[in-house]
């Protein structure tokens, strides 16, 4: 029996769900059955007595792509944020069901972080909805939520953050979680990414349902113009239109100095850094984090910056298509991290989960 170990999944991207032979293009999961497998995998049979932690390392659902009454509302309030959760728990039985079971075997915690997608967990109310969901009760200790910070430290020098800090289209202003003056009741005090993500890419999903699965974006963009025109073009078009409505005349009105406004704008169109470059940063400046893991970037990853020193990629549940001569092609490729500890030292690994009948494949570096 395997005594202690943490599972760390990110981006499922779970949506209002997908009825009956239909397809809902604003929810990219489909891999309910097959993530329901992973979690009883590490909670039944020789894991029934361990100790583990799964660590949901953000955008375990996509609220972002939840409608409410037919449309996309971009003034999130916490009753707004509480019925998209409903929505999408009610979308996911499957999953909801295996993390429920999870939870009621011995010695098992979640703990959520939360990403971009799914910032309305910062809500009380959307936080006890969860919680009880998953337990029958609005507060249970063995469901956690990390909304405090970015990240999630363990004190054996493992740091698990989303990775959405880094991108500043996504980035929270952790003094300003919410928006209060002059409103009636608060509202989620959005980036700029997730505007741009229910005013421009929504809309446009319907027609294009790839659309934000495509890797790089620029690169899709110069593809669509030779292969896809009139629509490429509209959401050029759609995008800088957006743009100079929310940000261009906010510098403006501010008077901000030429320098800053393009500062603002090299920022704007940075989609997905290199967040290993970030990952390298904290382990060679810290003495004592030994092991960071992220998501947000969608691509699973293992990299060694020296000894006893590793950066992990968790990727993501749904599919992507890589137009890089690397990987190029359309992929799904279900990746989580197992976390075990040797006398103290964590010892990570990645693997892609392949389903009951085949539990995993280690990918390597």
């Not at 899709?220 to 800088?240: A, K, P, Y």
């Not at 290199?274 to 947000?296: P, Q």
């Not at 749904?318 to 103290?344: C, D, H, W």
Request: with cysteine.
């Amino acid at each position: 029996m395997v005594n202690r170990l943490k599972l760390v999944v990110s981006d499922l991207h779970m949506g209002a769900g997908h009825a009956p032979g239909q397809v809902n293009p604003h929810d990219d999961f489909f891999l309910d059955e097959r993530f329901a497998e992973l979690v009883t995998h590490y909670s039944t049979g020789e894991y029934l007595e361990s100790d583990i932690e799964m660590i949901v390392n953000g955008d375990f659902f996509d609220l972002l792509k939840v409608p409410v009454d037919g449309g996309f509302p971009d003034e999130i309030t916490e009753s707004v944020s509480m019925n998209k959760l409903k929505v999408a728990m009610d979308g996911h039985p499957v999953v909801m069901d295996a993390v429920r079971a999870f939870l009621a075997r011995p010695y098992k915690t979640v703990t959520f972080i939360p990403g971009n997608h799914d910032m309305d967990l910062y809500f009380s109310g959307v936080r006890h909805l969860l919680c009880a969901a998953l337990t029958g009760a609005a507060s249970d200790t063995r469901v956690r939520f990390i909304i405090d910070s970015d990240r999630y430290e363990l004190p054996e020098g493992v740091e698990i953050l989303h990775g959405h800090q880094y991108e500043p289209i996504h980035s929270f202003n952790y003094e300003e979680i919410t928006l209060t003056k002059g409103l009636p009741e608060p509202v989620l005090n959005l980036p700029w990414g997730s505007f741009f993500v229910i005013n421009v890419v929504n809309p446009l999903k319907a027609e294009r349902p790839y659309l934000d699965q495509v890797r790089p974006f620029y690169q899709f963009l110069i593809f669509g113009l030779l292969t896809d025109f009139r629509f490429t073009l509209r959401l050029m078009f759609r995008s800088f239109y957006y743009f100079i409505k929310t940000r261009l005349f906010k510098v403006l009105n501010r008077k901000t100095y030429f320098k800053k406004f393009m500062k603002l704008l090299r920022e704007d169109l940075v989609f997905f850094p290199d967040l290993e470059r970030f990952a390298e940063r904290t382990l060679k400046t810290s003495f004592h984090t030994r092991l960071v893991i992220m998501g947000h970037a969608h691509y699973p990853m293992v990299r060694s910056f020296g000894p006893e020193k590793f950066y992990i990629n968790t990727g993501t549940w749904t599919r992507m298509i890589s137009l890089t001569i690397g990987n190029m092609g359309s992929s799904v490729k279900p990746a989580y991290a197992i976390i075990e500890f040797q006398e103290g030292v964590p010892r990570a690994r990645l693997y892609h989960w392949m389903g009951a009948h085949r539990p995993y494949e280690q990918i390597d570096l």
